[in-house]
């Protein structure tokens, strides 16, 4: 029997018109890939009607239909309504969910100092439901829904992704989502990262080890100057994946970083917090980028001192302790600068490991001497200093990731004292 299907309709002209990027679609299909679903497509749709009904009766020939946004109070909010006539549906008033919205937006009323009249209107509008539907929660005043269909079930939550995903277990414990659940097995899934080595060497050790297929699909993806390898691992399979990752592993061991999904960030902070070490930053061309990837990371604060982002020569002076005839001798997108701000932010922080980014980002300020795309990278730590140098190829926002992750693997290949030199 072949596995469920799931479709995905993702709604907002926002999304459309490029103002905002989608997070919810991604979501949904991760979501529905390690729960034994066959994610087979992401829409993403205006609020024009006829556009979004045309997307959901497309979408409503698989078996579950996970749709976001489109909840609100406005005119222009029709998810509801269009989802209803797919399925041939009546409308009705949920009188008990139109008592809760009323509660909740009186309360918000009263907190922003507003009258209730404002928000009155879009009371009984959110509390309209299909028939038959069930209600799963509300987040702000958007009502979460699970709504049967003769054979599929759509599960309809709001667009802002902190409120989907805070809906989105209730809509899983929905006994009409579980019994679309039943129907398939959650695959397994082995995750390897690695750092220095290029997307066909990696594709290469793929295919020596045999390749996907026989109960394993195999995906390679360039993520943020790192290869992250993905194997969907059916059921029966797991020796026939036990293969494809002693293939990757031998030839690009030095290379694999991690093999359990923690990003670099979060191996830096473990490093440093079994060696009982703190860490702190003194950035340029990243902007506060390093030190944002730090605390991305639930608890860095354990180990995370802070960081200071001296973009000027000034600021690398007076902040960091740089001199300034380092920086008048070697300008200040070079190595001697690099090691002065990770030796000043060691100092100036008070911790164990200082790391330091400079460079050049771009469009402008690249000379033949120093092109945009130069950066020099530096780790201080007790009893070892690490530097290396890049040239990254590309854009403004891309030279800028690529430092930040280059300059957190250099963190963490100097925590690991790693005998091999930086790729």
């Not at 809760?100 to 879009?122: C, Q």
């Not at 297929?213 to 029966?236: M, Q, S, W």
Request: hydrophobic content about 45%; proline content about 6%.
């Amino acid at each position: 029997m072949s596995r469920p299907r799931a479709a995905i309709v993702v709604t907002g002209s926002e999304l459309v018109r490029g103002d905002r990027t989608d997070r919810n679609g991604p979501f949904y299909a991760r979501e529905a890939l390690a729960l034994g679903l066959v994610p087979e497509r992401i829409t993403i749709v205006g609020d024009d009607p006829a556009d979004l009904e045309s997307a959901l009766r497309a979408a409503a020939e698989a078996d579950l239909i996970l749709v976001s946004g489109g909840l609100g109070p406005t005119h222009d909010d029709r998810t509801v309504e269009l989802v209803a006539r797919v399925l041939g549906a009546p409308l009705e008033v949920d009188r008990a969910l139109e008592t809760h919205i009323d509660g909740v937006s009186r309360s918000i009323a009263e907190r922003l100092g507003r009258p209730y009249a404002d928000f009155a209107a879009g009371v009984t509008k959110q509390a309209t439901i299909p028939a038959g539907a069930e209600v799963i929660g509300i987040a702000g005043t958007a009502p979460g829904l699970v709504v049967p269909g003769d054979a599929c079930v759509f599960v309809v939550l709001p667009g802002p992704p902190g409120e989907l995903q805070r809906l989105w277990p209730a809509a899983l414990a929905s006994e009409r989502v579980q019994a679309v659940l039943a129907r398939t097995t959650p695959p397994a899934r082995r995750v390897l990262r690695f750092f220095g080595a290029s997307e066909s060497a990696v594709a290469r050790a793929l295919a020596e080890a045999g390749g996907d297929g026989n109960g394993v699909e195999a995906t390679i993806c360039a993520r943020d100057f790192e290869i992250h390898v993905d194997l969907v691992v059916e059921p029966g399979a797991d020796a026939r994946a036990d293969v494809l990752v002693a293939g990757l592993r031998e030839p690009l061991e030095r290379y694999l970083f991690s093999e359990d999904e923690r990003s670099v960030a979060e191996l830096v902070l473990e490093l440093c917090r079994s060696r009982g070490l703190r860490i702190g930053t003194a950035e340029s061309c990243t902007g506060g980028l390093v030190a944002a990837r730090l605390t991305d990371v639930p608890g860095a604060s354990d180990v995370f001192a802070g960081g200071v982002v001296a973009y000027a020569d000034d600021v690398k002076r007076d902040e960091l302790g740089v001199p300034a005839a380092v920086i008048a001798e070697h300008g200040a997108v070079s190595a001697e600068v690099a090691a002065a701000m990770a030796v000043g932010a060691r100092t100036r922080l008070g911790v164990d490991v200082g790391l330091a980014t400079t460079g050049i980002a771009g469009p402008g300020g690249g000379t033949e001497a120093k092109p945009v795309g130069l950066v020099h990278l530096h780790v201080s730590a007790p009893g070892l200093e690490r530097r290396t140098e890049f040239s990254f190829p590309g854009d403004r926002d891309g030279i800028r990731t690529r430092t930040t992750v280059a300059a957190l693997h250099l963190a963490r290949r100097v925590l690991t004292r790693s005998r091999h030199e930086v790729a």
